[in-house]
């Protein structure tokens, strides 16, 4: 079995910075591709950022310019470093990945993280 595990979100104020941790329990795990998500109460999870196989990154027209995703194959872990945070980046963070072990592929959602942005 495996889990991707989340870490970093916390409270900042506007202008702030944090970074996102989404570690994958198993090593015998690799990311092939993950993607950071959002979802604020009442609120549709939303894309915001995209990371591939061959490193090519998509990012929501509300984070670009401000995030920045990442991936260590070698720490299993995938990261979302955002600066300049706004009060609307308010929600709860979830980060998915495709890993792959032995020619299989797997789908994942971390548990996901609170950040808020509040003065």
């Known amino acids: 079995q495996v889990q991707l595990v989340e870490s970093g979100g916390g409270l900042v104020q506007p202008g702030g910075s944090l970074r996102l941790s989404c570690a994958v329990s198993?090593?015998?795990?690799?990311?092939?591709?993950a993607g950071w998500y959002r979802q604020a109460p009442g609120k549709q999870r939303d894309m915001v950022a995209l990371i591939s196989s061959d490193g090519y990154t998509q990012y929501s027209d509300s984070v670009k310019g401000r995030f920045t995703i990442s991936s260590d194959n070698a720490k299993n872990t995938v990261y979302l470093q955002m600066d300049s945070l706004k009060p609307e980046d308010t929600a709860v963070y979830y980060c998915?990945?495709?890993?792959?072990?032995?020619?299989?592929?797997?789908?994942?959602w971390g548990q996901g993280t609170q950040v808020t942005v509040s003065s």
């Open positions: 198993n090593t015998g795990f690799r990311i092939h591709a």
């Open positions: 998915n990945g495709d890993l792959r072990r032995a020619g299989a592929s797997y789908n994942y």
